[in-house]
Each structure stands twice: as structure tokens, then as C-alpha cells.
């Protein structure tokens, strides 16, 4: 008796063990941005979201797909948003100083790390050490940690142009603007977080994870980039398939959404006009509308995005976001809201 109970609890322990084991790799898929200096988190999410959701990383499709993994390698989408380091960060930040509305903020290595030494929610100088970098060209943006999982982006940006076109410098986002802390419209505000501004277009499948008993993010990614399932859908199902034995061929190989209505097709050129032509009608929306998750202007409805579904389902158009903007600008005294609907992207309204 005392040896079977014995063995019964070893069995539970293995079990436990490789549970956590297993857990630990799967927290691991579904990486999440460290915590800031203050802690302040909520508890983490099931570990499993991963597997429910389907998506299994770049580097389980590069093997057999070396080709685009060469080519998405470097690109701008794989390098949509870094961890800070030597590589990732274009900014100056060998003790450059930027002066802007009477803020005098220095750029700064310290002990490895990169520091930006600006103002905070007080109005007060801080330093503020950068986790990560949004952006390659024109300019690249960074973000800082925040109490409650937020990470915050300064409206301090390095124009990464070449210097013989203006850029290898530090500017400000709203020029010839004094954005008090006070102002909604500061770095450390609403407007200027990335886990509900920014995550979205510059990671793959993010979960914003916001409790709005704590007033914490938990704020989790499947990839910290723009990565190949951000385009192509959750690849479980199509990796399956693909190391399986099964004859039978899944629909699109598996993956939601068929991003095959360019297969066959040129673009020879007109012999009258010169221009290139499509060989055929384009049939098709899907992808248009699958790029467009990011590369228009639109509002976030609906996180759960199912490649291949219409546009309309997750989000909607940016413009009544704008709106929103636009009216909170001209509710102050100052009316300043030309420089923010502009950047927004829409007319400002009357
Ligand atoms: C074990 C190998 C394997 C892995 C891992 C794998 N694929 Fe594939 N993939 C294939 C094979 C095989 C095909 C079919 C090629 C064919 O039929 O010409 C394919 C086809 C595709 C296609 C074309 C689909 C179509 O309908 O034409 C896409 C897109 C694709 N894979 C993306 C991915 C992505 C994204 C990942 C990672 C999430 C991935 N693959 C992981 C083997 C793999
Ligand atoms: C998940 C969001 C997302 C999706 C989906 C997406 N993109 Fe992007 N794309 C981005 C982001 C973010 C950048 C900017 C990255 C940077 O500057 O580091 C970008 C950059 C680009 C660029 C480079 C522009 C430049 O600055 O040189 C091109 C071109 C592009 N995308 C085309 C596409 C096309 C075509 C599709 C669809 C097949 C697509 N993207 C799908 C988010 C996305
Ligand atoms: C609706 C999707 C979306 C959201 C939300 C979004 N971005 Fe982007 N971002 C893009 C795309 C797409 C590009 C590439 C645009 C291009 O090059 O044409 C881009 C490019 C950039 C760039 C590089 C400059 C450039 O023009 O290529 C920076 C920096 C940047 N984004 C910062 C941010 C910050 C900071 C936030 C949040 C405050 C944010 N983005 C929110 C989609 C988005
Ligand atoms: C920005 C969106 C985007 C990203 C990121 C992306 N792809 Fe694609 N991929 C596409 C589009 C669009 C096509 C169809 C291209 C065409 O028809 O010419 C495609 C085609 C493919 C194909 C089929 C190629 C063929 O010859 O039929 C494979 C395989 C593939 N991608 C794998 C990947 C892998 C692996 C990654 C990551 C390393 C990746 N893709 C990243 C948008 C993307």
C-alpha cells in the first residue's frame, strides 16, 4: 500500500512537473512585454490562449518555407516593433539633448540601457528607460514602461532619414505645441499607449488584456512583430497538415484565409499607353481587405480578427475616432486642432 501511494504520487508529480514545464513554453509562445519599474500587473492570462487561437511563430513556419522567411527577414514588418537594442535603435542617444516648448529632455545610454530623460505625468524631468522600438522609416518612435502593464510612447521621435534630407535628428510630434501633462493629449496620457493605440498593427495577434476592475493591461502577443501569421491567419491547423501523413488536402492548406488571387497572374505592359496592366480582373477583395486591417485608417471593434473574414467585422473607419479627437482638442481654450486631426488623418471638421 504505502509503495503504490508512493508511486501514485510520483505519477502526480511527473505530471505536474511536465505540466508546468509545458506551461512555461506555451507563456513562452504567447510572450508578453516585461514588467515596468512600479509592478503593478494583473495576473497573466491562461497560457493556453497560444493553442487556442492557433498561431505557432516564425520560426516553426521558416524551416519549411525558407524563401519568405529570407525575404520577411529585416523587412519593415519584421521590424515593426524591436526590444531595445544596439541594432533596433536608430535614435541618437550618446548624451543628445532636444529642447522642445520649454522641456529640455536628454537622450541617454545609461548601464547599457537607453534612457529618455523627459517630462512625466508631474511635469517634473524622469528617466524613463525604452523597452521597445516602433518604426523604422521615416522616423522611429519608443516606448517606456508604466505602472499596469501600460507601456507609453513619447511624443520625442528620431527622424531616421539621412541627414542630407533633413533627418538624423530628434523633433517633437506636435511642433510648436506645449503639451502640458495635464493636456489628454501628453505622452503619458490615453492617447499616447500602446497597449490600446499602437499593439494592434505592430504585433501579431495581440490580446489587450485590460481589467477594468484593476485598471491594469496584461497585454500579451503572439509575436512581438508583424509577423507571417499576422497576414496568413493562425498556422496550427495548416502546420498540422503539413507534418501529418493525411492525403487529404484541407481547404488552403489549412489556413483561413487564401492569399493566392495573384497565382498566374503578370503585368505585361500596354503597347499603346506603356503601363503595366493586369493580365486579369483582380476577383477578389480578400487581400486588400487583410492589409488594410493596418494600413487604413480605422478604429479597433473587435479583437478576435478571422483572416479572410471582411474588414467591417473587427473594425471601422477611423474617421468618428478623429471626430472624437478633433472635438476633445477644440474643448480647450486653445483651439490647437488642426495639427492634431492632421496627424490623425482626416480634414479637421468645422
Ligand atoms: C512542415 C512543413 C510546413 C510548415 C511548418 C509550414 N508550412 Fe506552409 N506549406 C507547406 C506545404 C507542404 C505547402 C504546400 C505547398 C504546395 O502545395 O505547393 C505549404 C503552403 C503554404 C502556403 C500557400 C498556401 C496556398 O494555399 O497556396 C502558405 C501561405 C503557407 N504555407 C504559409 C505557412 C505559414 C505562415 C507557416 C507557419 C505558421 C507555415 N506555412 C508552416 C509546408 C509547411
Ligand atoms: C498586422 C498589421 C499589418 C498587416 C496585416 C500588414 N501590414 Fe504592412 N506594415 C505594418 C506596419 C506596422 C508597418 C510599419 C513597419 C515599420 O515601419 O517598421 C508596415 C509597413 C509596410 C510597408 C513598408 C512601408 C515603408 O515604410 O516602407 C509596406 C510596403 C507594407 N507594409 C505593405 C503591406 C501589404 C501589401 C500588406 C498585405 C499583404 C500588409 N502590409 C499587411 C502593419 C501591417
Ligand atoms: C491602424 C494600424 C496602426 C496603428 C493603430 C498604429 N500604427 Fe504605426 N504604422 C502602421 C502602418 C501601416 C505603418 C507603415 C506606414 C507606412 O510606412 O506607409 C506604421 C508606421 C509607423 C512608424 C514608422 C513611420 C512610418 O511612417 O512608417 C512609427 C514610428 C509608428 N507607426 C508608430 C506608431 C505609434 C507610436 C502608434 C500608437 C500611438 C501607432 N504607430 C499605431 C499602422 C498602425
Ligand atoms: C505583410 C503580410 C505577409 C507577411 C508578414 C507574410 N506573408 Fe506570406 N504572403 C503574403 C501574400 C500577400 C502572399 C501572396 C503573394 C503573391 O500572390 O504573390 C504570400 C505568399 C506566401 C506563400 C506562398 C508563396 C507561393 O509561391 O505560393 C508562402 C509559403 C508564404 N507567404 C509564407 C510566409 C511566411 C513563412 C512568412 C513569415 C516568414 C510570411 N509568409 C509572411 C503576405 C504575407
Redesign the pocket.
Known amino acids: 500500500m504505502p509503495r503504490q501511494r508512493l508511486a501514485w504520487w510520483k505519477a502526480v508529480e511527473l505530471c505536474a512537473a511536465f505540466g508546468v514545464l509545458a506551461g512555461a513554453l506555451l507563456a513562452g509562445w504567447l510572450r508578453s512585454p516585461p514588467e515596468p519599474r512600479a509592478p503593478a500587473r494583473a495576473s497573466s492570462p491562461p497560457a493556453t490562449v497560444a493553442l487556442v487561437e492557433g498561431f505557432?511563430?516564425?520560426a516553426?513556419?521558416a524551416?519549411?518555407?525558407p524563401r519568405?522567411a529570407a525575404a520577411w527577414a529585416g523587412s519593415h514588418h519584421q521590424r515593426a516593433m524591436q526590444p531595445v537594442n544596439e541594432a533596433a535603435v536608430l535614435g541618437d542617444f550618446s548624451d543628445a539633448r532636444f529642447t522642445h516648448a520649454g522641456v529640455s529632455s536628454t537622450l541617454v545610454r545609461r548601464a547599457g540601457a537607453y534612457v529618455m530623460h523627459t517630462d512625466g505625468p508631474d511635469g517634473a524631468l524622469h528617466d524613463y528607460e525604452v523597452e521597445y522600438t516602433l518604426g523604422v522609416a521615416p522616423l522611429q518612435q519608443y516606448l517606456v514602461g508604466f505602472p499596469g502593464g501600460r507601456l507609453q510612447s513619447p511624443e520625442i521621435a528620431w527622424d531616421s532619414r539621412p541627414a542630407a534630407a533633413g533627418g538624423q535628428r530628434w523633433f517633437h510630434l506636435y511642433p510648436g505645441e506645449r503639451i502640458g501633462p495635464t493636456d489628454p493629449l501628453h505622452w503619458t496620457g490615453a492617447t499616447e499607449n500602446w497597449n490600446s493605440m499602437c499593439a494592434d498593427c505592430h504585433s501579431t495577434a495581440v490580446r489587450k488584456s485590460w481589467s477594468a476592475q484593476t485598471g491594469t493591461y496584461a497585454t500579451r502577443f503572439a509575436e512581438v512583430s508583424v509577423s507571417?501569421?499576422a497576414c496568413?491567419g493562425p498556422?496550427a491547423q495548416?502546420?498540422a497538415w503539413?507534418?501529418g501523413s493525411s492525403d487529404r488536402r484541407p481547404a488552403?492548406?489549412g489556413?483561413s484565409i487564401?492569399?493566392?488571387e495573384r497565382a498566374g497572374v503578370s503585368w505585361p505592359r500596354d503597347p499603346a499607353t506603356h503601363r503595366p496592366a493586369r493580365s486579369r480582373p483582380r476577383s477578389s477583395e480578400r487581400e486588400i481587405e487583410m492589409c488594410a486591417r493596418c494600413h487604413a485608417r480605422r478604429g479597433l471593434v473587435h479583437e478576435d480578427v478571422v483572416h479572410g473574414q471582411p474588414r467591417a467585422t473587427t473594425t471601422a473607419s477611423r474617421c468618428s475616432m478623429t471626430s472624437c479627437i478633433t472635438r476633445m482638442a477644440r474643448s480647450r481654450a486653445r483651439s490647437t486642432s488642426t495639427a492634431r486631426s492632421s496627424r490623425a488623418g482626416c480634414a479637421p471638421r468645422a
Open positions: 505557432v511563430g516564425e516553426v513556419c524551416p519549411c518555407h519568405e507571417c501569421e496568413h498556422g495548416h502546420v503539413a507534418s488552403s492548406h489556413l487564401a492569399l493566392d
